[in-house]
């Protein structure tokens, strides 16, 4: 049974940083698509990145890119997000995802979304 536990959430002062981190069980990083995606109550869910370590691919959203890294490590089966620049318009609720569908990392975030999710931890960038 795959299951996704998020933490690492919490409330920061905008131009801070905060690093999740995701607790993976029931599948293995290297067969999988991994990615972190954010919603915002009454907002459409929003993938901030994306990646398969199997091809090296990874995206990111624009929003995000130069100041999110989305990284792994397999010893302890957890996937994290490094957010370093935070932005009050990044505050959301983060959610982990993982998929096995041969599908190009790009569409997996924007389009298609991933077939497990965790429930989710609570970002909130003050200004």
Request: a neutral charge; charged letters at 20%.
């Amino acid at each position: 049974e795959v299951q996704l536990v998020e933490s690492g959430g919490g409330l920061v002062q905008a131009g801070g940083s905060l690093r999740l981190s995701c607790a993976a069980s029931g599948f293995t990083f290297d067969d999988s698509a991994i990615g972190w995606f954010r919603q915002v109550p009454g907002k459409e869910r929003e993938g901030v990145s994306c990646s398969r370590s199997s091809d090296g691919s990874t995206y990111y959203a624009d929003s995000v890119k130069g100041r999110f890294t989305i990284s792994t490590d397999n010893a302890k089966n957890t996937m994290y997000l490094q957010m370093n620049s935070l932005k009050p318009e990044d505050t959301a609720v983060y959610y982990c995802a993982t998929s096995q569908a041969r599908l190009r990392v790009g569409l997996l975030c924007t389009l298609y979304g991933m077939d497990y999710w965790g429930k989710g931890t609570l970002v909130t960038v003050s200004s």
